[in-house]
């Protein structure tokens, strides 16, 4: 599986688009890409994926490079309750759908 | 429909003592999975099932068992723990489609002292 690099934090302010990057620069054509986020210690929530194509959905948008090593999840109108860490993950699109869980961005939402 | 629950939500062991971690899904999935999770990590896959009476080892899968007899259940043994396996364990499951995402159960924190 295709590993992620993600920065380890950022902030953003309460009603703004936050913008979370991640790298998957060995992506594979067969490979989605997964978000999701964990508030606290909770269970991870899932939040979006894509396999090529930008998407979009109540939650946040996902948009994916052209060349598909790296993506950009955004979160339209950040609220205090979107902080949280998110991760990043590509995984197979056919076979054991493991994922592969890397550290994650820990996001802040300012008031 | 109560999803992925896990018990119990807490546990404190000694040092060689054994336990089951439960878990149970009511989404018919097939697939299921155990991950650890250790302070300021991320997520580490220890087996996971993709059928009952079908299991595989995941990335840490030292020092833990696992069985599937049926669709719904897939617990977790610790035969002799050891302080190297305190952590947050969940349970998830997915339908294994190709639009696949896992469901993530609320987590029993361990500490093995």
């Known amino acids: 599986d295709a590993k992620t690099t993600q920065p380890p934090s950022m902030d953003c302010a309460e009603g703004r688009a936050a913008n979370l990057p991640c790298n998957h620069s060995t992506i594979s054509g067969n490979e989605y890409v997964y978000w999701y986020r964990q508030i606290h210690s909770q269970g991870p929530q899932y939040i979006i994926h894509?396999?090529?194509n930008n998407e979009t959905n109540e939650m946040a948008s996902l948009i994916i490079t052209e060349d598909r090593k790296s993506s950009t999840l955004i979160l339209p109108h950040a609220t205090l309750r979107d902080t949280a860490v998110y991760y990043c993950i590509v995984r197979f699109t056919s076979g054991t759908y493991k994922y592969i869980f890397g550290t994650g961005t820990r996001l802040k939402v300012l008031a | 429909n109560a999803g992925v629950t896990q018990t119990p939500k807490f546990r404190i062991l000694k040092i060689g003592q054994s336990m089951t971690l439960q878990c149970t899904q009511d989404m018919n999935h097939n697939y299921m999975y155990w991950y650890r999770q250790d302070p300021g990590m991320g997520l580490k896959l220890i087996y996971y099932?993709?059928?009952?009476?079908?299991?595989d080892k995941g990335e840490v899968p030292n020092g833990y068992n696992v069985s599937r007899s049926t669709t719904e259940d897939f617990p977790l043994r610790l035969e002799l723990a050891a302080p190297s396996q305190t952590s947050v364990y969940f349970c998830a499951s997915s339908s294994g489609s190709w639009k696949d995402t896992q469901y993530f159960g609320p987590g029993t924190r361990l500490t093995v002292l």
């Open positions: 099932s993709v059928g009952a009476g079908i299991t």
């Open positions: 894509g396999l090529k």
